[in-house]
């Protein structure tokens, strides 16, 4: 997937201008910026959702082969987990069935066998989170979107999840746009990490290579030599970007 100078505008000034974008296949790639720099705005543009003043996202996927997972779930309160997974199978015309074992298998394959006949309200955040995710797995997408999945678990749980997804699009080879507040989390997870100026306006300011090879686990990654320097980098960038911005306002 590629984005060749977008721009997106709500009424008259730009949220977002002339911005350049690559998530390669197989590759995991973060999103970070100061708030209303028009991170969620990006991903609606690549969904379809928002119309660009200007530029294109360019991609050869099909629908069904994208993926969305954000920080609320979509899980329908009246169904079993094993049924909110086998949904989006049912509407592609899997025949029911199949669908219902293939959401069984991947319920399993995400720590949740036996959980099949239970509702959303009798599961934990993080076993929400694993059946919106084997939702979306489900599916087989080639690039799943992700805006803030994680920022509702607690630290324990959210380490689990996340080491499950990581573990998951590496198996898979599942290409990630992931747009995130936390550096550590960007930086843990990604191959490439693009950070965005503050808004209006915003626009790329930097890209980072993550040089930590993979497989990876995220909780070790940040011991990898690498680490402690780029999250030093990012963060003076970050915060010379917001420092500049308040003194120009």
Do not use: C
């Not at 000034?13 to 973060?30: Q, Y």
């Not at 066998?113 to 489900?138: E, I, T």
């Not at 979107?145 to 499950?164: G, H, T, W």
């Amino acid at each position: 997937m590629r984005v060749r100078d977008l721009t997106i505008s709500y009424g008259g000034e730009p949220v977002l201008e002339a911005v350049n974008l690559t998530v390669e296949e197989g590759r995991f790639v973060s999103l970070v910026g100061p708030s209303g720099s028009g991170k969620s705005s990006l991903l609606r543009a690549v969904i379809g959702l928002q119309q660009p003043l200007s530029g294109t996202v360019e991609t050869n996927l099909a629908r069904s082969e994208l993926g969305l997972l954000f920080q609320d779930d979509a899980l329908l309160p009246w169904k079993t987990a094993r049924d909110n997974v086998a949904l989006g199978l049912t509407f592609n015309g899997t025949e029911r069935k199949q669908a219902l074992a293939e959401a069984e298998a991947w319920l399993a394959r995400l720590g949740l066998a036996g959980f099949g006949d239970r509702f959303p309200r009798h599961l934990s955040g993080g076993q929400r989170k694993r059946v919106a995710l084997a939702q979306v797995l489900a599916m087989k997408p080639r690039l799943i979107l992700m805006d803030e999945p994680f920022a509702s678990l607690d630290a324990i749980v959210r380490a689990r999840v996340v080491k499950d997804v990581v573990a998951l699009v590496e198996r898979e080879r599942i290409s990630v746009l992931l747009v995130t507040h936390d550096l550590e989390e960007a930086l843990s997870l990604s191959d490439e990490v693009y950070l965005l100026s503050q808004g209006p306006r915003a626009h790329i300011i930097e890209q980072y290579n993550v040089p930590i090879p993979r497989p990876r686990d995220p909780v070790q990654s940040r011991m990898h030599p690498a680490f402690s320097p780029l999250y030093e980098r990012l963060w003076a960038d970050l915060s010379r970007e917001v420092d500049h911005r308040a003194e120009a306002a």
